[in-house]
């Protein structure tokens, strides 16, 4: 459905260094610059990117908005969250780990990058 996502940052390195981990705990490959100031992480499926927003006013997060990163088992997910915490992001709601829901189970970790914003790893185990 996305081709691609970017989000704000105000310290692009903070944030390169923590996708590079976390996006690398899923078997990412790590952000290439631009030339223009932002990180791209590529997949065959979409890019994400960060930088600075175009406007010059600071990054923000998006109150309500979630960025899902797939994971191929629970162990990629508990590996995401590990490693973005460890490379600077702030753990956020329950632990990683299975939830319950409308649309069956998931395993799901949930992160705050260095600038804010919301991202997860999620895992839909095959029924």
């Not at 932002?38 to 930088?51: I, K």
């Not at 997060?61 to 990163?69: L, S």
Request: charged share 25%; with cysteine; proline share 8%.
């Amino acid at each position: 459905m996305f081709t691609h996502i970017t989000v704000g940052a105000n310290d692009i390195e903070a944030s390169r260094k923590f996708y590079d981990a976390a996006l690398g705990a899923l078997g990412i490959e790590p952000g290439q610059p631009d030339g223009m100031g932002r990180y791209w992480w590529r997949t065959a499926r979409g890019s994400f990117a960060v930088g600075k927003p175009i406007d010059g006013d600071p990054a923000c997060h998006a109150n309500g908005g979630t960025i899902g990163f797939g994971a191929r088992d629970p162990e990629a997910v508990k590996a995401f969250h590990d490693a973005g915490v460890e490379a600077g992001g702030t753990s956020i709601e329950d632990p990683p780990g299975e939830r319950k829901g409308p649309f069956g189970a998931l395993y799901l970790s949930y992160l705050r990058d260095p600038s804010g914003n919301k991202i997860c790893a999620l895992h839909r185990p095959k029924t």
